[in-house]
């Protein structure tokens, strides 16, 4: 599989991530939406196979908790 791929999908999750943030911060959403549990549930899982890709065990373990609350 080509390496773009993974770095596709972290990017994505990690803007996913940000715009889960970003919604709450700004009132669009409120932190016990489902919509931001979806974001961050969808997010962290594109963080964590980027993350595995490389081999960033710490970051794996944080985002993996991440994706479980």
């Given at each position: 599989?080509?390496?773009?791929i993974?770095?596709?999908?972290?990017?994505?999750?990690?803007?996913?991530?940000?715009?889960?943030?970003?919604?709450?911060?700004?009132?669009?959403i409120?932190?016990?939406?489902?919509?931001?549990?979806?974001?961050?549930?969808?997010?962290?899982?594109?963080?964590?196979?980027?993350?595995?890709?490389?081999?960033a065990?710490?970051?794996?373990?944080?985002?993996?908790?991440?994706?479980?609350?």
């Amino acid at each position: 599989m080509p390496i773009i791929i993974f770095e596709i999908v972290g990017w994505t999750g990690t803007i996913a991530i940000l715009a889960a943030y970003w919604l709450v911060s700004i009132g669009k959403i409120s932190a016990g939406s489902k919509s931001y549990q979806y974001l961050n549930l969808f997010g962290a899982g594109f963080v964590i196979v980027n993350v595995a890709f490389h081999s960033a065990m710490p970051s794996v373990a944080l985002n993996t908790v991440w994706f479980f609350t």
